[in-house]
Nanobody, 122 residues
Framework: VQLQASGGGLVQVGGSLRLSCVASGDTFEDYSMAWFRQAPGKEREFVAAIRRWDSGTTYGDSSRDRFTISRDNAKNTLYLHMTSLGPEDTAVYYC????????????????WGQGTLVTVSS
């Protein structure tokens, strides 16, 4: 499966942004999906994941209560709705796909998008 992330940009502190990730080349419903992010000089960090068969979700500590992951299988698209953004959320955001269930470990994801940059300014 090929993944194309988009929706990043410059946003002010306290603002909101929605990222999208369009999948192609395979059956989107067969994949559990996730968002990770990587800030300059830091490790790639788990943000959120959504399971393929029931859209069950799980979140990282930094995104819980502010971010919402969702998917539209009819549009082959994964979303990440981010609110109350702060400078600490500045990073390149990556979407990723894997077979089977929810997972927060990046090494378990088989396919990756190219990333979209989110910059939060004060």
């Amino acid at each position: 499966v090929q993944l194309q992330a988009s929706g990043g940009g410059l946003v002010q502190v306290g603002g909101s942004l929605r990222l999208s990730c369009v999948a192609s080349g395979d059956t989107f419903e067969d994949y559990s999906m996730a968002w990770f992010r990587q800030a300059p000089g830091k490790e790639r960090e788990f943000v959120a994941a959504i399971r393929r068969w029931d859209s069950g979700t799980t979140y990282g500590d930094s995104s819980r209560d502010r971010f919402t992951i969702s998917r539209d299988n009819a549009k082959n698209t994964l979303y990440l709705h981010m609110t109350s953004l702060g400078p600490e959320d500045t990073a390149v955001y990556y979407c990723a796909a894997k077979h089977s269930g929810l997972d927060s470990l990046r090494e378990n994801y088989e396919f990756w998008g190219q990333g979209t940059l989110v910059t939060v300014s004060s």
